[in-house]
């Protein structure tokens, strides 16, 4: 359990610094003012702003520092950040040890502040707590008229420098956003995009976020289905950065009332490991862009399409052996159907694609009907849906088995007709691919019944169902043994293990400079239920989805925790990061 923290009024009457009758009176008129404790102690002159400083370091368990003590000054390592950052949010580097860097804030309760500078500077970060007072005369006295601070690159940078955000600022006509200019390539406004898609894809990012604020336009990347936040846009560049995303995707940009969805392609070079940015080769990125009317302007999402992304091979997918034998019968049989289950950024566009990529032989003829086509596959027949031209899932489908294909994928069984026609090309001998959205592998079944199919239809069609989620991989050259105090017995008790079982075997995250936190990349944990007569007969008498749960776990169906319990104790994961996808009490 974790332990309470101290109220602040009672570590100043524990120091002797205020009484009880001082501290309950502060406390009184910091609620009446909406002040916190501390400032309304300081406005009251119960206390100085040292004493509360000091306070909340012991509150917070933190180091205070004494800024104007003797040699401090040599302390502070300005190389470390950009005097911009510095003034902006009142922070003083001491520089990096361990891993980490030393920053001397002034607020240890402003965890927003911590999570941006953590991003930026690519590190976690040890914060030191001073008053603000000290803080801002440090930095008027030293950085007013002292050298100035050597800048730190992009991605440690916000994307708006000084010089486009002053360009920007003299181009704009507050009542006319148009006057900017967001397609000649000089532009700063192109850059500035341009600089975004760029960093994304070189940071792993899988989607974009451009959203609008009240004050402000939102950046985050989403990397390891992870959402970090990037930057704050100024709000005057709202109009001219979604407008030139829209223009690159090919969207109408005088429409704002409406969803519209895109495209946009560039060159990006990629270097690989270990190889200088400069010798890279160009890669072409696909973007599909999403623009959907928000209350203060268009939420944009620009999802990366990597073409690399869906060829990674069955071993790299985090398939056990047992798994990939599994796997490896069922996409060879030659009929019936294999379904992928799992939300939305689960891989199962990946797991399926990265079959019929080892499926895709002359000797085979693959038709796909998907919406949209994300990745192009040489050999492959990629149907793309149009349903504003009637080109449906069920049209292609229809179309597909006049084709006499061996192999049909269907990107998703959204509604009865097109699941009963995937049925249909399955018992007429196709091998036939598709996603559900569904938590497990045996809730697919009581879907499809929910969807109108008739039971013995899918309890004749199906060969077997397999629900994935996709984790984050520890960093190998710097994750580190738990120690007995990491370990969190609610989370280990989710995969079945004690803390005695689990030192000397369970791994912690530790953030470096290659891995921010601690994590890199990420890997799947599966459950595969493959039919038999018994559970074939509990969905045709439309069985509970825990029967049918307990038919496929008795016949050798290992459930996703207990597939993320191997990757725990194989050093793979956390048993925090399993906890926080497997979805389970």
């Known amino acids: 359990m974790a332990r309470s923290r101290k109220k602040l009024g009672q570590i100043l009457v524990g120091w002797g610094v205020i009484n009880a009758a001082q501290a309950d009176k502060g406390a009184k008129h910091a609620k009446k003012s909406g002040k916190r404790t501390g400032e309304a102690l300081i406005e009251l002159e119960f206390a100085s702003e040292k004493d509360v400083a000091k306070a909340l370091a012991d509150q917070f368990g933190m180091q205070f520092v004494d800024l104007a003590a003797d040699g401090m000054a040599d302390q502070i390592d300005r190389s ?75 991605p440690n940078e916000s994307l708006v420098t000084d010089s486009i955000d002053r360009t920007i600022d003299r181009s704009v006509d507050r009542s006319m956003d148009k006057s900017i200019d967001v397609s000649s390539e000089d532009s700063p406004v192109v850059k500035l995009c341009d600089r975004i898609l760029r960093e994304a894809v070189r940071m792993r990012t899988s989607d974009i976020h451009l959203e609008p604020m009240a004050d402000r336009v939102r950046l985050r990347y989403r990397i390891d289905g992870v959402c970090i936040e990037r930057d704050n846009l100024p709000k005057r560049m709202q109009n001219a950065v979604l407008s030139r995303f829209k223009l690159m995707a090919g969207m109408n940009i005088a429409e704002k009332r409406i969803p519209q969805d895109g495209r946009i392609k560039i060159n990006v070079a990629l270097p690989k490991d270990g190889q200088a940015v400069e010798d890279a080769e160009d890669v072409q990125i696909d ?23 869906v060829r990674i091979g069955l071993v790299n997918l985090g398939f056990e052996a047992e798994n990939l034998e599994v796997f490896n019968k069922i996409i060879r049989r030659p009929n019936g159907i294999f379904l992928v289950t799992g939300p939305t950024g689960s891989g199962k566009t990946t797991t399926l694609y990265s079959a019929l990529d080892v499926l895709n032989r002359p000797d085979r003829k693959i038709i796909t009907a998907e919406d949209p ?18 080109l449906t899932f069920p049209a292609i489908l229809r179309s597909m088995l006049r084709q006499a294909p061996n192999i049909i994928l269907v990107g998703e069984i959204r509604d009865r007709e097109v699941g009963e026609i995937a049925i249909q090309a399955a018992l007429t001998g196709h091998l036939v691919f598709s996603t559900l959205h569904t938590n497990d592998a045996p809730s697919a079944i009581t879907r499809l019944v929910d969807m109108g199919i008739k039971p013995f239809l899918v309890a004749s069609s199906i060969q077997a169902i397999m629900a994935q989620r996709l984790i984050r991989v520890l960093y190998d050259p710097s994750k580190q043994l738990a120690e007995k105090e990491d370990l969190d017995p609610k989370y280990l008790s989710l995969i079945g293990l004690t803390v005695d079982e689990a030192l000397g075997k369970v791994y912690k995250p530790m953030p470096c400079e290659a891995a921010p936190g601690g994590y890199k990349g ?44 191997r990757k725990v104790l194989n050093g793979t994961t956390t048993p925090a990061e399993i906890a926080r996808v497997s979805q389970v009490d």
């Open 80 to 154: 470390q950040l950009d005097e911009g950052i510095i003034k902006k949010y009142l922070v003083l580097p001491l520089g990096k040890q361990g891993g980490k860097m030393q920053l001397v804030v002034h607020d240890p309760m402003d965890l927003e502040l911590l999570d941006n500078l953590r991003f930026r500077l690519n590190m976690d970060i040890e914060p030191r707590l001073a008053t603000r007072s000290q803080i801002r005369s440090f930095i008027d006295g030293t950085l007013a008229g002292g050298a100035p601070a050597e800048k730190v690159v992009a």
């Open 287 to 309: 973007f599909r862009v999403s623009a959907c009317p928000a209350y203060h302007g268009e939420s944009v999402v620009l999802r990366i399409l990597r073409p690399d992304a």
């Open 373 to 390: 086509v994300e990745y192009n596959f040489d050999g492959i027949n990629q149907c793309q849906v149009r349903e504003d031209i009637g």
């Open 522 to 565: 990420r890997k799947g944990i599966f459950e595969m239920m493959q039919m038999n007569a018994e559970i074939r007969d509990l969905a045709f008498k439309l069985a509970p989805v825990v029967e049918l749960r307990r038919a496929a776990e008795a016949s050798g169906m290992k459930p996703l925790v207990n597939d993320g319990r």
